[in-house]
T-cell receptor, first 112, second 114 residues
Framework: NAGVTQTPKFQVLKTGQSMTLQCAQD?????MYWYRQDPGMGLRLIYY???????DKGEVPNGYNVSRLNKREFSLRLESAAPSQTSVYFC???????????FGSGTRLTVV | GENVEQHPSTLSVQEGDSAVIKCTYS??????FPWYKQELGKRPQLIID?????GEKKDQRIAVTLNKTAKHFSLHITETQPEDSAVYFC?????????????FGTGTQLKVEL
């Protein structure tokens, strides 16, 4: 039981490049989330998926797209990376009817 | 949407003293309030949480209080130890149209000095 697994752990992109951050959970949770964390700003919600087949915008969705591939996997895509997207990205999942959120170990992304 | 404010942004205490971190939230529909501890380079770790039908919860040296009327909640750490040094985040969970969402405060850097 690995919990929430994120790949890659580190990534450096050039401005304008694209990439996909992967997230998978093995806890059979319905809801999954993508957050970004910047110094002094806490964690801000980018997108979330309440259940398989649904996605919704969070607080800071611009520049990102998501795909809920199946119940286990929720990916975050940057189509044209910008330096403002340099951040640490955390994926999380939550079981329906339960309050606890489980976080992945994060992806540290640098856009140069 | 929900807005969570957290104070102070930094807190320095002597070992053995108590530390208090305060948060306010804006949406009265929020019903779950977790606190996370984050060490440098690590993921947030849940340390305690409280639901909206409870006013206080305690777990060893850590306690959380909730005042629904005033829409604020606080984290209390007693007998602080050097290993308590970390960044602490409060959060508020709300059921919105698309499902539950967790909104975080901006964090408190706690330093416990020997």
């Amino acid at each position: 039981n690995a919990g929430v697994t994120q790949t890659p752990k580190f990534q450096v992109l050039k401005t304008g490049q694209s990439m996909t951050l992967q997230c998978a959970q093995d806890m059979n949770h319905n809801s999954m989330y993508w957050y970004r964390q910047d110094p002094g700003m806490g964690l801000r919600l980018i997108y979330y998926s309440a259940s398989e087949g649904t996605t919704d915008k969070g607080e800071v969705p611009n520049g990102y797209n998501v795909s809920r591939l199946n119940k286990r996997e929720f990916s975050l895509r940057l189509e044209s990376a910008a330096p403002s997207q340099t951040s640490v990205y955390f994926c999380a999942s939550r079981e329906q009817g339960n309050y606890g959120y489980t976080f992945g170990s994060g992806t540290r992304l640098t856009v140069v | 949407g929900e807005n969570v404010e957290q104070h102070p942004s930094t807190l320095s205490v002597q070992e053995g003293d108590s530390a208090v971190i305060k948060c306010t939230y804006s949406d009265s529909a929020s019903n779950y309030f977790p606190w996370y501890k984050q060490e440098l380079g690590k993921r947030p770790q849940l340390i305690i949480d409280i639901r909206s039908n409870v006013g206080e919860k305690k777990d060893q040296r850590i306690a959380v209080t909730l005042n629904k009327t005033a829409k604020h909640f606080s984290l209390h750490i007693t007998e602080t130890q050097p290993e308590d040094s970390a960044v602490y985040f409060c959060a508020a969970d709300i059921l919105a149209g698309g499902g539950n969402k967790l909104t975080f405060g901006t964090g408190t850097q706690l330093k416990v000095e020997l």
